[in-house]
């Protein structure tokens, strides 16, 4: 049984029909990625999985529910939980509240498990503690990333939606982030679906990985597999 599964999902803006008959599944403990160029769907996929936009057809299953029709919180609840393109970083908030919103829903918040798991994220990003006091929006952008990603992390997450985590940043810390994210998935076995437009760092890391082109799911396979598909690596590595 899959954890996450999309089946057959349409999804319009208007008359425009940005994703059609998208099927992916996400077993638990897995790196899935989705790649694409811009406008193939991506984005709106994640959107979709999260309760952000209506389904035109199809439905999101997930832990063996149709949870199609679920409010997006409720889906929080349920341990979806996502780190949206752009970061979304409340700038008037400190890290720490920053931090503190992604455990709105939590019934254990300032609990030993609260801050067993406030302790993780510091763990992983020991830039963020020591500007726990800053404003989100005086971080730069590789910090802000790491703010989403650990407001996220606070909702304790059965599986992790991660948005473009590299977008603007400098390679060393893209590097940074995609070892974090390896070790998030190994050190709690938290399951991730990555949207992201660096093909070659997101391929290598994915366990699996589906190929979108406006809309529609049109290859998929092992990361392995695709990085070394030939059709695949001139689309969207640069390498014939």
């Known amino acids: 049984m899959a954890l996450l599964e999309l089946d057959g999902v349409a999804v319009h803006y208007g008359r425009i029909q940005a994703l059609s008959d998208v ?3 996400v077993e638990a403990g897995e790196i899935v990625a989705l790649i694409g160029a811009n406008g193939a ?11 952000l936009l209506p389904l035109s057809a199809g439905r999101v299953v997930f832990e063996d529910e149709d949870i199609t ?6 889906r929080v609840r349920r341990g979806i939980c996502q780190a949206p393109e752009g970061r979304g ?6 890290v720490l509240e920053n931090l503190d919103m992604g455990a709105y829903s939590r019934k254990d918040r300032r609990t030993a498990a609260y801050r067993e798991d406030l302790d ?6 020991p830039r963020l503690a020591e500007r726990r006091n800053q404003a989100g ?7 802000q990333q790491m703010v989403a990603i650990g407001r996220a992390l606070m909702a304790r997450p059965r599986v992790l939606l991660l948005d473009e985590p590299s977008m603007g940043l400098a390679p060393q810390i893209i590097q940074q982030i995609f070892r974090i994210i390896r070790d998030i998935n ?4 938290t399951t991730v679906l990555l949207v992201e437009q660096n093909a070659s760092q997101a391929l290598a890391l994915a366990h699996r990985a589906y190929v979108l082109e406006t809309g529609r799911v049109v290859q998929h396979g092992t990361g392995r597999q695709l990085l070394d598909d030939p059709a695949v690596r001139n689309a969207y590595l640069g390498v014939a």
């Open 23 to 25: 099927s992916v599944t």
């Open 41 to 51: 769907g991506k984005t709106t996929t994640m959107r979709a999985i999260s309760g």
């Open 69 to 74: 029709r679920m409010r997006a919180d409720l």
């Open 89 to 94: 970083v409340f700038p008037g908030l400190t």
């Open 120 to 125: 993780h994220v510091f763990e992983l990003f």
């Open 137 to 143: 929006g005086t971080l730069s952008g590789g910090e």
């Open 186 to 189: 190994a050190d709690r076995g």
